[in-house]
C-alpha cells in the first residue's frame, strides 16, 4: 500500500522535527505546518490522510483551524496533540477524531494515528 | 427671753448641722419652755399622705398617745388646720368639752388638765408640711403678739422640714440618676446580651435595694435561649404573683404594683411589695421587668417614684435592647462582608494563580517533550552496554517524572465539577477514620469522638470531601509526629445566611506559628520537607466549592482546630431573625 499522507500542525520547530522523523520511522510520508492558515493552504492544495493538530499556536489557534478543516472536509481525519490534558474532556463537544497529550513518549500518538486510520 | 433672741436661737439651731430631729426636738424644747406650754408637738406627712404626730418637746407626756394614730387631712383639728392653713386657738372659755377625745380615747381624763390649745400650720407659700400643736397648763390666753411670733416660728420650722425634704429627694434622685447613667452605660456597651440583662438586674437589685430583680424576656430576643434572667431568688410563695403582675404589665402595657391584682392582700398579709413594667419598643412587649423589695414598717420601699423608676429604667433597657440587637445584626452583616471579601480575593487569587501555573506548566511541557522524544530517539541507536545509554536512561526517566508532576498541577488547576450526593457526616467520619486508623503508623494516636446525634444531612461530593478529611487528619498526624489526640466534633451551626454543619478537628500538634498562619491555604505553601503545599489550598477550594469555609482557631504550643462548614441539604435563609 502506498504511505498515508500525514500532516504535522505545530508552532514548535522541534515538536515538528520530533513528530516527523518518529512518524516517518513508521512508514508515513510527513508534511509541515507552523500554524493553522498554513495547514489550511496546504490542505486545500494536497490531499492528506490524517492531520496532527496542536491547540495552542499563535494566529489561527488549533481549536479555529480543526473547525475550518471540518467545514471544507467534514470526513478528514484530524488528531488533536497539545499539552493540554483537560480539553481531552471537552472533545464530544469537538469534532476532532483522537485526542493525545503531547508527550515525550509518542507511542499514544501512533497509536491514536493507526486506528485511524485502520492499520 | 424676748422674742427676738428666742427667734434668733432658733433660726441658729434651724441652721445647725445636728440631725433632723433633735434640731426640731430641740427648738419644740425652746418653744415649749419660752411659751410657757408644757407639749409642744408637730405631725408631719407620712408616705400615705396622712397626718401623724412625729415630734414633741422631751417633757411631752401626750406624744406617746397620739403617735399612735394618723388622720387624713380635714379630718378632726389637727386635719382641718391643715386643710384650711389657718391656725386655731382655743383658750379656756371655748375648749369644747372631751375635746379630741373622739380621735384619741386615751386623751379622756387627761384633756381637762389643759387651759389652752394652739394650732399651727407649717407651710410656705406653697407647701404645707405639717401642723405645730401646744398645749398649755400654766396659762390660759394668747395675746395677739404671741400668735405673730408663733405663726414667724412656724415659718421657721416649715422651712427647715422642707429643706430637708428636699435634700432627701434630691438625695434619691441623684441616686436614681447614678443607677440610670450606669445602665446607660452598660446597654450603650457592646457587652454579650446574656451578661448585659444579668449586670441590669443587678445594679437595680443594688440600687433599689430590691430583694430580687428579674427580667423575663417573653419575645424569641437575640437568639437566647434562657429566658428569665434574675438577680437575687424568689421564694416560692411571690413566684405567682411575679407571674400574675408580669401578664398584667403585658396586657395593659404599664407598670404596675401588687396593689393591681391583689388590694384586699396587699394591706396586711404582705411582706414584699412587688412592682412590674413592660419593657416595650414601638409597642411590641419584648419583656417585663419586675422588682420586689420588702416593705418596711409602714412605709413601703418603693413609693409612686419608686415605680417611675422601673418604667423609666424599662425603657432603657428596651431601646438598649434594640441597640444590642441592632449591633448584633451589623455585626454579623460586617462579619459577612468581610468574609465574602476575602474569599472573593482568595478565588481571585487562586484563578489567577491557576492560569499562571497553568502557562508555565504549558510552556515547560513544550521544550520537556522534545528533549525526552530526541533522547528517546538517541537511546534507540546508542548500544546498550555503553556509559552513555546509562545517562540516557536517567535523562528520561527524570523527563518522565517531569511530566507527571506537570500533568498533576494542569489537573490540579483545572475545575472538577461537583457530583452531590446527600451524606450523613457521622457516618462519613467513621467510615474515613476507619480507614485512617488501621494503618499501625496511626496506634498511637487517640480518636475522641463527639457527634451530634441529630446532625443536619449534607448535600456534598462525597469524593471531594474525604480528600479534605483525609488532608486535615493528615496534617494533624504529621504535625502530631503520630503522637496525640485528635478530637472530631460535629455539630450544628447557624448563621444569618443559614444553617450549616460544623465538623471541627483538633489536634495536640503544637499549632501553627501565628507569623505562617495567613499563607496556610497558598497553593504551595509547606513547611515539610517533602510536602507540597496543595492539601490545604485543594481542600479550601473544594469546601468553598461547597458553598461552605473553613475555620483556623490557632492556640500556638497547643494545637489547631479546622472547622469545616458545610451548608444543611435544603437550608431556607432566614431573612429576619425577629
Ligand atoms: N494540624 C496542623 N498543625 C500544624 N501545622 C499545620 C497543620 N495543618 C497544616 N499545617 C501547616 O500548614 C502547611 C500547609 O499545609 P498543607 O496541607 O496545605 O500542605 P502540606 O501538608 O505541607 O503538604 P501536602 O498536604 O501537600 O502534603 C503545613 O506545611 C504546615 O506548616
Ligand atoms: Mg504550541
Ligand atoms: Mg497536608
Known sequence: MKNAKILVVDDEENIRLLFKEELEEEGFDVDLASNGLEALDKLKKGRFDLVVLDIKMPGMDGIQALNEIKNANKDQPVVLCSAYGEFKQDLSSWVSDGYVVKSADTRELKQTIKNILGL | ?578
Open chain 2, 1 to 578: 427671753m424676748n422674742p427676738v433672741d428666742l427667734l434668733g436661737k432658733i433660726i441658729e439651731i434651724s441652721h445647725s448641722n445636728i440631725e433632723l430631729s433633735s434640731r426640731i426636738t430641740s427648738i419644740l424644747n425652746i418653744i415649749s419652755r419660752d411659751m410657757n406650754a408644757e407639749e409642744a408637738i408637730i405631725y408631719t406627712f407620712d408616705k400615705d399622705r396622712r397626718l401623724s404626730c412625729r415630734y414633741a418637746n422631751q417633757k411631752s407626756v401626750l406624744f406617746k398617745i397620739l403617735n399612735q394614730y394618723r388622720c387624713h387631712v380635714g379630718e378632726g383639728v389637727v386635719g382641718s388646720v391643715a386643710q384650711k392653713r389657718s391656725p386655731l386657738f382655743f383658750t379656756k372659755r371655748d375648749i369644747p368639752p372631751r375635746f379630741g377625745c373622739l380621735f384619741y380615747p386615751d386623751l379622756d381624763g387627761r384633756i381637762e388638765n389643759y387651759k389652752l390649745f394652739a394650732f399651727l400650720p407649717l407651710a410656705d407659700d406653697s407647701y404645707l408640711y405639717g401642723v405645730l400643736a401646744l398645749c398649755a397648763v400654766s396659762r390660759d390666753t394668747l395675746h395677739d403678739a404671741d400668735k405673730v411670733f408663733l405663726s414667724i416660728l412656724s415659718r421657721e420650722v416649715g422651712g427647715i422640714l422642707r429643706s430637708y425634704e428636699l435634700i432627701l429627694s434630691s438625695k434619691k434622685r441623684i441616686s436614681e440618676l447614678a443607677t440610670l447613667t450606669e445602665l446607660g452605660k452598660m446597654l450603650t456597651s457592646n457587652a454579650e446580651p446574656r451578661e448585659l440583662l444579668k449586670n441590669i438586674a443587678l445594679v437595680i437589685a443594688k440600687s433599689l435595694n430590691a430583694t430580687f430583680v428579674t427580667i423575663m424576656l417573653g419575645y424569641p430576643f437575640l437568639k437566647l435561649d434562657a429566658q428569665r434572667f434574675t438577680y437575687g431568688i424568689i421564694e416560692p410563695s411571690v413566684q405567682d404573683h411575679v407571674e400574675e403582675l408580669e401578664g398584667a404589665a403585658t396586657r395593659l402595657l404599664r407598670a404596675v404594683s401588687i396593689k393591681d391584682c391583689a388590694p384586699d392582700e396587699y394591706e396586711d398579709s404582705f411582706k414584699y411589695t412587688l412592682f412590674s413594667a413592660p419593657i416595650a419598643s414601638k409597642n411590641r412587649v419584648l419583656g417585663t421587668l419586675t422588682i420586689c423589695a420588702e416593705k418596711t414598717g409602714q412605709s413601703y420601699a418603693l413609693g409612686e417614684d419608686g415605680q417611675y423608676l422601673i418604667s423609666t429604667i424599662a425603657n432603657y433597657i428596651s431601646s438598649g435592647l434594640e441597640n444590642t440587637l441592632l449591633n448584633t445584626r451589623l455585626r454579623d452583616a460586617v462579619r459577612e462582608l468581610n468574609d465574602a471579601q476575602k474569599r472573593l480575593i482568595e478565588q481571585e487569587k487562586f484563578r489567577s494563580l491557576g492560569e499562571m501555573t497553568a502557562s508555565i506548566a504549558h510552556e515547560i511541557k513544550n521544550p520537556l517533550v522534545i528533549i525526552g522524544g530526541f533522547t528517546k530517539r538517541l537511546a534507540r541507536q546508542v548500544d546498550i552496554d555503553r556509559t552513555e545509554n546509562k545517562y540516557i536512561r536517567i535523562i528520561l526517566n527524570e523527563v518522565t517524572r517531569l511530566e507527571s508532576i506537570l500533568n498533576e498541577v494542569l489537573n490540579y488547576v483545572k475545575e472538577t465539577p461537583l457530583v452531590a450526593e446527600t451524606c450523613n457526616i457521622n457516618d462519613y467520619l467513621d467510615e474515613i477514620l476507619y480507614l485512617l486508623t488501621s494503618d499501625s503508623s496511626w496506634e498511637e494516636i487517640e480518636i475522641s469522638r463527639s457527634y451530634n446525634q441529630g446532625l443536619s444531612l449534607v448535600a456534598c461530593d462525597s469524593q471531594q470531601l474525604k480528600q479534605v478529611l483525609i488532608n486535615i487528619f493528615i496534617n494533624a498526624h504529621e504535625a502530631m509526629h503520630g503522637r496525640g489526640t485528635i478530637t472530631i466534633q460535629t455539630k450544628q451551626a447557624a448563621y444569618e445566611n443559614g444553617s450549616f454543619v460544623a465538623i471541627s478537628i483538633s489536634d495536640t500538634g503544637g499549632g501553627i506559628d501565628p507569623a505562617i498562619i495567613d499563607n496556610i491555604f497558598n497553593p504551595f505553601f509547606t513547611t515539610k520537607e517533602r510536602g507540597t503545599g496543595l492539601g490545604l489550598a485543594i481542600s479550601n477550594k473544594i469546601i468553598m466549592n461547597h458553598k461552605g469555609h473553613i475555620d483556623v482557631e490557632n492556640v500556638a504550643g497547643k494545637g489547631v482546630t479546622f472547622i469545616i462548614y458545610l451548608p444543611v441539604k435544603n437550608h431556607t435563609t432566614k431573612e429576619e431573625l425577629l
